[in-house]
């Protein structure tokens, strides 16, 4: 059996033994938009829950539009000509308008990424800003939620008359399904923000992929963007080849909730019995640029690899580890039980620390391989995980471990899909418990 994992730009195709038991993951299709950027216009005058976009802007002298960063495939060349030209048709100057890149702590997006992002004409038209969340002077405090976390957000975004965000829905680790209030915090947060949403406290709590009701990280985030009170949001939904699928725009929670409806049952898949070895994929590219990000493949597989089993992940690893905090806790981490011991410590933070203890929480589950061609010598000395040139050698050795009778899930799309046994969605850091 061949089978094709999402993983870089190209794709890998591995063969798959046909004498093993595998199951292929594998969810419903979505229907491409045959009239993309008239679905936006459209989606833009007939909003949920709020006035049109272009009424909202009328009057106004400044605006923000918010984007997500590289990391997150947006059509932004679909979805950002009609709604920079309905804000523009209402009154408001180009020079008035800014695009505000919301990269939480992630690395500021370079002027290469940001064309082939955007496109060439919106990139040369309009003042785009990375926002930085390190920053500490250029974010305003507006107090705490009710979970004590203290809300410093962007400043300039906020002296904008009109605030206008955009985003994917899709699975996420933390918060459920991302999109909505996330492109504010932590989108346009600041570190100090992210001590306590980030904190190793709240990631040991309610939240994992698909798991929204009871989720304390959705409800901080929620809190934040009611303070903040957005004007109007525009997220989207894509299919495995990036084609976009749906349009939500209006009210910020309004709107989100009716993508995450309209997403879920194209990303769940419910399996009948759990995995004793899960092939998965980083997402390919843009989001298995980096081990940081392609993390998101394995905690996706945490709902249906047995306590106990083995998670093979395929991801390019073009751009290395990650960012140099994260990198220097791996070099100094020797095993998940000591890092679990550090981060919970009294008065523990490290930027990035929130993603070393997801790597943590699937390895209290299960063994990890991770298989790549692009991670250097010097970088794979840093890993404290077994490394493999081909998704074949890494299964060769977790079938040693297992035998040839061991359940395969083989997941594609890694963290695209919603991955569950009957069902079930796990918490991150509860998951280890359970015997699927």
Request: glycine letters at 10%; proline letters at 5%.
């Amino acid at each position: 059996m061949k089978v094709t994992l999402d993983y870089g730009r190209s794709g890998l195709t591995v063969a798959i033994p046909d004498d093993l038991d595998v199951t292929v993951v594998e969810p419903p299709k979505g229907v491409p938009i045959a009239s993309p950027e008239q679905a936006v216009d459209d989606a833009l005058a007939r909003p949920i829950g709020t006035a049109a976009l272009a009424e909202l802007a009328r009057g106004k002298r400044s605006a923000a539009v918010v984007i997500s960063d590289k990391t997150r495939p947006v059509p932004y060349r679909v979805v950002l000509p009609p709604l920079l030209r309905q804000i523009e048709a209402a009154g408001l100057r180009r020079d008035a308008i800014e695009i505000v890149v919301a990269t939480g702590l992630h690395r500021g997006n370079t002027p290469a990424e940001l064309e082939e992002m955007l496109g060439g004409e919106i990139t040369a038209g309009y003042r785009i800003r990375n926002h930085d969340a390190r920053d500490a002077g250029a974010h305003r405090h507006l107090g705490r939620t009710t979970r004590g976390t203290e809300i410093w957000i962007d400043a300039a975004f906020l002296d904008a008359e009109l605030k206008v965000l955009s985003g994917l829905i899709e699975p996420h680790l933390m918060a459920g399904y991302s999109g909505g209030r996330k492109a504010i915090a932590p989108g346009l947060a600041a570190v100090d923000t992210m001590r306590s949403l980030h904190g190793a406290a709240m990631l040991e709590g309610n939240i994992g992929p698909g798991i929204i009701d009871g989720n304390p990280f959705h409800a901080d985030l929620l809190e934040i963007a009611r303070m903040v009170r957005p004007d109007f949001l525009v997220d989207v939904a894509i299919d495995r080849q990036r084609s976009l699928t749906g349009v939500f725009a209006g009210e910020l929670e309004a709107a989100h909730a009716a993508g995450v409806r309209f997403v879920e049952p194209h990303v769940l898949v419910s399996l009948d019995r759990p995995a004793d070895i899960v092939v998965t994929s980083g997402g390919g590219y843009p989001l298995d640029s980096t081990l940081y990000q392609a993390i998101k493949g394995l905690t996706a597989s945490l709902n249906v690899v047995r306590r106990g089993g083995t998670i093979i992940l395929a991801a390019n690893l073009g751009e290395g580890l990650g960012s140099a905090e994260f990198q220097e806790m791996l070099a100094a981490t020797g095993s998940a039980d000591e890092f679990m011991q550090r981060v919970t410590s009294a008065g523990f933070f490290r930027i990035d620390q929130w993603m070393m203890q997801h790597l943590c929480q699937v390895l209290r589950k299960a063994q990890v391989i991770v298989v790549t061609d692009q991670l250097s010598q010097e970088d794979r000395a840093r890993l404290f995980l077994p490394t493999e040139s081909s998704v074949g050698a890494a299964l060769d050795v977790a079938l040693a471990r297992h035998g040839r009778n061991a359940h395969v899930a083989v997941v594609p799309q890694g963290p695209y899909v919603l991955t569950t046994v009957r069902g079930r969605r796990l918490a991150l850091g509860t998951a280890w418990q359970d015997a699927a």
